[in-house]
């Protein structure tokens, strides 16, 4: 069985299509992003009709191309920019008269919740803590002996850090230290594990940039998944620089975060540092396999 799981996330809509194989773990068959940037379609608690038009226009998109492969069932969640907006269920609803598409709005505990139920496919994480940056929302698992201790979700991510500080696309030094300085309120307000652990895992989009980047700038092969907190933190104040060759490495590694990149790195040299004493892992998954396993597929079970 092939199943398509579609993330509407603030700055990122991202498909993702699965293959079931017969022992119950799967194969990602393919997957495609759009840079919809549903954040910026939001305000004063309210987004848009240009902005729930956006979304749809993803999903019609993502619609087409799957049915060049005879996937008529697509599983949509949504997480940061529908359940932060009074026109929540005004957006769910339009979506879906739209579309034909019922988007599952997901809590900030769900979200966190899942991305680690997603992480624990392909890592073992029994006693540690998972971190998911997004692009509005950061979601913080504390997990001992395989369960989880608590999960939440913080109200910043790179792209409303972006877009609460800086002016232009490369951030002043003022800019750099409201930013700072935002991140701190946000991570002391946070219920964070009384103690750092010794193993922290990340999962999401800007995670993965920031490895990719880290890959290139210490000369490490492309499929190293690891590095330290003191790593990220030494990256981070390098990047800050912006100089030519800092750009440049941004172009050549995401350039379609260009602008969310310097707030990703920033934030999440805070929010390792507040979690770990050794070691990162920057997972393959996260929250879209978790939600095809612990939604999807447990449903589906059940309903047999």
């Known amino acids: 069985m092939n199943y398509a799981i579609v ?27 759009e840079m919809a940037g549903l954040v910026n379609y939001i305000s004063d608690g309210v987004m848009s009709q240009a902005g729930i038009r956006r979304a ?15 996937i008529e069932n697509m599983h949509v969640f949504a997480t940061a920019p529908l359940r932060n907006i009074r026109n929540s269920e005004e957006a769910v609803a339009q979506i879906r008269e739209e579309t ?16 680690y139920y997603g992480a624990v496919q392909t890592l073992d994480l029994r006693d540690g803590a998972l ?10 698992v504390e997990v001992r002996e395989g369960k989880i201790l608590r999960a ?3 109200p910043l991510g790179s792209l409303n850090l972006f877009k609460s500080c800086v002016s232009k696309i490369w951030p002043k030094s ?39 980047i880290a890959n290139a700038w210490y000369g490490r092969p492309e499929l190293e998944r690891r590095m330290t907190p003191k790593e990220l933190h030494k990256l981070n104040k390098e990047l800050q620089k912006q100089d030519g060759t800092v750009r440049q490495l941004i172009l050549n590694n995401c350039p379609d975060r260009i602008h969310t990149i310097l707030p990703g790195v920033l934030w999440m040299d805070l929010v390792s540092g507040a979690l770990c004493d050794r070691e990162l892992y920057i997972s393959r998954t996260g ?10 597929l447990r449903e589906e079970r059940r309903a047999d």
């Open 7 to 33: 993330d509407l996330g603030s700055n990122t809509v991202r498909l993702s299509v699965y293959h079931i194989l017969p022992r119950g773990d799967y194969e990602l068959l393919f997957s495609k992003k």
């Open 56 to 70: 749809c226009s993803s999903l019609w998109n993502f619609w087409g191309l799957l049915r060049h492969f005879g």
């Open 100 to 115: 034909g598409v019922d988007v599952d709005v997901l809590s900030g505990d769900q979200e966190a919740e899942l991305g």
């Open 131 to 140: 971190f998911d940056i997004g692009g509005g929302s950061t979601e913080i």
């Open 152 to 154: 939440q979700s913080l």
């Open 174 to 212: 003022r800019e750099l230290e409201d930013m700072q300085e935002l991140a701190r309120r946000t991570l002391e307000a946070a219920d964070l594990p009384l103690e750092r652990v010794g193993r922290v895992c990340g999962v999401g989009g800007t995670a993965r940039a920031v490895l990719k």
């Open 287 to 296: 929250v879209r396999e978790g939600y095809l396993y612990r939604r999807v």
